[in-house]
């Protein structure tokens, strides 16, 4: 991303997000409008790192340990929304979105699924819930650390058998991939389901990619977040340039994460298949 453009969305959210702030305070209202999320984002740190840089992604991972029941799917996504509405926040899809998500892979039944954005596990958590007994998850994930951190909380809801992380990116000149082919079997029309939880601004460049793989198949689900905040417009205009030719979206008005003053979009996009001439 141009780093002046990078820099005019920053201003853009501390705006935004400090005048939601002020007047969610003002007003006594009891919402989880944060200066953690302030904090979130705006850190630079994030952007190198895939991580805050507070250590809020490893004290979530010690709150899941102590006060999640192992073995307990529903506990542990129940004490990540606690951690991430009442104590600091996390960029996780939450608890109004990730019934989106939920109710999308139920409706497709997927048997392979693509997840671009692992962060710290939790959509993975409730992927997971919702998808075939006999399905497989595949998480891509810049940051190693937040990889690390996934499989510890998976572990932890006894489903880490079900998901794999894959450190990298789509973007990476075809090295990931060549690894998903290789070593995980991805080929022509196998993938049911893919979600993007990513940088926004590599959603569409990545759907590109994964279109031009081939793995898609007409009933591919595709569901994306946070496509009205921080927002992937390029992403919104080329589904909606594309509605009823190569796919057919639904878009579910919602709020980002853990609060209810910002407002939101989740897509839910189903692959109609390539055109013909």
């Given at each position: 991303m141009?780093?002046?453009?990078?820099?005019?969305?920053?201003?853009?959210?501390v705006g935004?997000?400090?005048g939601a702030i002020a007047i969610n305070e003002l007003a006594g209202k009891p919402l989880p409008l944060r200066w953690s999320i302030f904090r979130s984002a705006v850190g630079a740190n994030m952007a190198k790192t895939g991580q805050v840089g507070d250590g809020r992604e490893k004290a979530a991972v010690a709150y899941v340990l102590a006060n999640a029941r192992h073995g307990d799917l529903d506990d542990v996504?129940?004490?990540?929304?606690d951690f991430a509405r009442n104590r600091r926040f996390l960029m996780n899809i939450g608890d109004e979105k990730g019934p989106i998500l939920e109710r999308a892979i139920t409706r497709s039944a997927p048997k392979v699924l693509l997840e671009v954005g692992?962060?710290?596990?939790?959509?993975a958590l409730r992927t997971i819930r919702a998808m075939?007994?006999?399905?497989?998850?595949?998480?891509?994930?810049?940051?190693?650390a937040n990889a690390a951190i996934a499989r510890q909380i998976w572990e932890h809801a006894g489903v880490a058998r079900r998901v794999t992380a894959i450190v990298g990116m789509l973007g990476d000149s075809g090295k990931t991939i060549d690894t998903l082919r290789r070593d995980y079997g991805f080929a022509d029309g196998t993938?049911?389901?893919?979600?993007?939880?990513?940088?926004?601004s590599a959603y569409l460049p990545d759907l590109q990619r994964i279109i031009e793989t081939g793995w898609l198949h007409p009933g591919t689900v595709v569901v994306a977040d946070n496509v009205k905040w921080p927002g992937a417009p390029d992403?919104?205009?080329y589904m909606r340039a594309n509605e009823a030719s190569l796919w057919q979206t639904i878009e579910h008005e919602a709020h980002v994460e853990y609060q209810k003053l910002v407002k939101d979009l989740v897509l839910e996009s189903d692959y109609l298949g390539a055109l013909t001439s």
């Open positions: 141009d780093p002046r453009r990078h820099f005019r969305r920053a201003l853009a959210v935004v997000l400090a996504i129940r004490v990540l929304d692992t962060y710290c596990g939790y959509s075939p007994a006999d399905a497989r998850l595949f998480s891509v994930e810049i940051s190693p993938v049911d389901f893919v979600f993007l939880d990513h940088t926004k992403y919104l205009a």
